[in-house]
């Protein structure tokens, strides 16, 4: 039987697969609280956003204090989608470009959670999905701040997970390329190519509900969703 969801926290849900799991979540009778540094474009219904750029500890903690802090019942769920990227060769990224990649990818990602774990509901089917990547497990050239920041994700989840058993569910998402805007503004070197296989995020976002809403004493320590042919998978 699987557990009702109540609120769900999604940092980085203005955008791409956050935006997706905004739209699950609704549909699944559930009240998304947004942080993004960016307002969502989707409806929220219930639900309510704060702007707080995820680089930022501080922040973050504010925006977390304010939506879980004033909300009619504990979270139910966390949800951390919210990336970026600067690609390139080491030595041709600025320092606070590649800096930031790990500042918003896996500092903010610690950050939301650690922030959040007080709000969290004590009924033992809480849950938290972190995202990392297939660039999480698998290495490739001009992508050293990302694979850095996503490689640190897996680890960080791992952990959590052996620290949190048997009190708050922990999963680790893995998803491959996706149809969003995570790609645009990039040189042509750095895009996906025209015949490229992605997958739609609406459907990694039914994933995560999955995850989500499994019942106390059960849960999915960590799953790859992407394309069937996924060129970065295996």
């Not at 979540?25 to 750029?53: F, H, K, Q, S």
């Not at 990224?93 to 500042?103: G, I, Q, S, T, Y």
């Amino acid at each position: 039987m699987t557990a009702e969801l109540g609120n769900i926290l999604i940092a980085g849900g203005a955008s791409g697969l956050g935006a997706a799991t905004v739209r699950a979540v609704r549909r699944a009778g559930g009240t998304p609280l947004v942080i993004d540094i960016n307002p969502p474009a989707e409806n929220l219904g219930g639900g309510a956003y704060r702007c707080a750029d995820l680089a930022d500890t501080a922040a973050v903690e504010d925006a977390v204090a304010d939506l879980a802090g004033t909300a009619d019942q504990p979270l139910r769920g966390v949800f951390t989608p919210a990336g970026i990227d600067s690609c390139g060769r080491l030595d041709r990224v600025p320092a606070k470009d590649w800096e930031r990649v790990l500042h918003v990818n896996l500092l903010g990602t610690a950050a939301v959670i650690r922030a959040a774990l007080p709000y969290l509901d004590a009924g033992g089917d809480a849950r938290i999905v972190t995202c990392a990547s297939t660039l999480g497990i698998k290495a490739v050239s001009d992508a050293t701040a990302y694979c850095a920041s996503k490689f640190g994700v897996v680890g960080f989840t791992r952990a959590l997970a052996a620290e949190l058993a048997g009190e708050v569910g922990v999963t680790l998402l893995i998803p491959g390329g996706m149809t969003t805007p995570f790609f645009d503004g990039r040189p042509e070197q750095y895009k996906p190519p025209p015949d490229a296989k992605l997958n739609d995020p609406d459907q990694v976002a039914e994933a995560v509900l999955f995850a989500l809403r499994q019942p106390a004493g059960s849960e999915i320590r960590e799953m790859v969703v992407c394309s069937s042919e996924e060129a970065s998978w295996p």
